[in-house]
């Protein structure tokens, strides 16, 4: 393994980390706030850690860096930057242990949105801006924007990009790597400075029109006010937000399409289709369900439908209401929406639309095959087939998602925590979404889970957002053996 590399990287990685906290800084000096030491030093500390892996490491053997090398990168990279972005946090006095403040960086990054804050609006403007930040770059990746710098130094960057994106096959939408990175953060900063235009136009204030678009553009869900979104009571700021949502668990790819005219291909896309009948039958039923709840009022029913959905299936995390008190009916919904989360390629979180639908084809094939024993049947997603490799690695996802989900639940409900609020909570970390039910629902935090709890759940964030296998592997006997 070529531990130059990796260092080098790494060391990148840290340097950009710490270029990104200067506009936190610039915000804190010039509210004149508390914060400001804190993000000084947090970038110093963050500088001089990057810098020497950045100028002395380089790679000893080879132009490309192996599959090895991009799981230890990817999955140390996650680690180190999370690590790094509690600094300020820690520091400012926000939080009153490193495990807050690591518990705090590492939803931000990973665009989980669960916090241990329960005032943020007494919480200093540098230190509410970088919370929204690491949303923002974490939801289409800090690696993917290293991977724009990293040309330069000469290495094919492939098996990083597969290690830090998510879904079973990111696309490249050019020749090489480092230009399929600079044209989806394109794409990504476009959306992001169309959706703060449209928020300011509708009236909210500059500074939450920054942070709330963060959160949203890089499906996160910190906000800056202790309601969330429901806080404003203004529908659209809600329908705007609630858009943007929707839009952001779309693969980026289809979005680089339409720009470029090519509108066919998100009509003709199978995850797209299925994930917008999700979306519609989910927003229709529930909205229904809770008709009587709004004084049979229909478009405020299909306005708290349409929010909370587009909320929790792209795992943004956003609330207008407290969904822990809507009827059972809607709650599975919405449980079984925080499962599936957004499509491939997206900032969503989740299991992906894509691995449930060909679960559903795998199902439908295993059907078949039993009336027609010896049938070969190939499974086709959008005309193409899908490998019997990736299948079986399919599978394996899910089921190995679900085995984490059964044994974190009950290691949870050690620590005091009822059933709910322990496979909830659980969930809401592996499919990076934030809120969940009970305990943890959207009217209340993760504040009061005991510090054992709140490291088991970073461990399922940092899982959740790696897609499992990307840091779990890092603990498997064989990866070290040559």
Not at 145 to 167: C, D, N, V, W
Not at 247 to 259: G, M
Request: aromatic fraction near 14%; glycine fraction near 10%; include cysteine.
């Amino acid at each position: 393994m070529d531990f130059g590399i990796i260092l080098k990287v790494l060391g990148l990685l840290l340097l950009i980390e710490s270029a990104f906290m200067v506009p936190s800084l610039g915000i804190s000096i010039y509210y004149g706030e508390y914060d400001t030491a804190a993000f000084i030093f947090s970038i110093a500390i963050t500088a001089i850690a990057g810098l020497p892996g950045f100028i002395f490491f380089k790679s000893n053997k080879r132009e490309s860096i192996s599959h090895k090398e991009g799981f230890m990168i990817v999955g140390l990279g996650w680690i180190a930057a999370s690590a790094f972005g509690a600094l300020p946090f820690r520091f400012s006095g926000v939080c009153n242990s490193f495990v807050d403040a690591y518990f705090e960086s590492t939803s931000g990054f990973t665009t989980t949105g669960a916090s241990i804050f329960k005032e943020v609006e007494n919480l200093p403007h540098g230190i509410l801006l970088w919370r929204s930040f690491t949303h923002w770059l974490g939801g289409m990746g800090i690696l993917v924007f290293t991977l724009a710098l990293l040309p330069a130094m000469g290495a094919s960057t492939i098996q990083i990009y597969r290690a830090e994106s998510t879904g079973p096959s990111p696309d490249k939408l050019a020749p090489k790597i480092g230009q399929t990175a600079k044209l989806l953060y394109g794409v990504y900063v476009l959306v992001t400075v169309i959706m703060i235009a449209t928020l300011l136009i509708a009236g909210m204030p500059l500074f939450d029109a920054i942070t709330h678009t963060f959160g949203t553009v890089g499906t996160g869900g910190f906000s800056v006010r202790n309601s969330s979104i429901g806080s404003y009571q203004n529908p659209a700021y809600d329908w705007i937000i609630a858009f943007f949502m929707l839009f952001c668990a779309i693969n980026f790819s289809l979005h680089y399409e339409a720009l470029h005219g090519n509108f066919k291909a998100l009509i003709k896309d199978s995850e797209f289709r299925f994930y917008a009948g999700i979306v519609l039958c989910s927003i229709t039923l529930i909205a229904i369900n809770i008709y009587p709840l709004f004084d049979y009022n229909v478009m405020e029913s299909i306005r708290q439908s349409t929010f909370q959905v587009a909320s929790v299936i792209s795992t943004t995390g956003y609330a207008t209401v407290d969904y822990n008190t809507w009827p059972d009916f809607s709650k599975m919904i919405l449980f079984l929406l925080m499962l599936f989360g957004g499509c491939a390629g997206s900032t969503g979180g989740g299991i992906k639309h894509i691995r449930i639908l060909v679960l559903f084809k795998i199902i439908r094939r295993e059907f078949y095959k039993l009336i027609h024993p010896h049938a070969v049947i190939t499974i086709r997603v959008g005309g193409k087939p899908v490998s019997e490799d990736l299948l079986q690695n399919i599978v394996s996802f899910v089921l190995l998602y679900l085995i984490i989900l059964i044994l974190v639940s009950l290691l949870l409900l050690t620590q005091g925590l009822d059933m709910m609020s322990s496979i909830s909570a659980t969930v809401a970390a592996l499919s990076n979404i934030g809120p969940g039910f009970g305990l943890v629902g959207p009217a209340s935090n993760y504040a009061d889970l005991s510090g054992i709890s709140k490291i088991i759940l970073t461990a399922c964030m940092l899982i959740g957002r790696l897609e499992i296998y990307t840091l779990t592997i890092l603990f498997v006997p064989t990866f070290w053996r040559q």
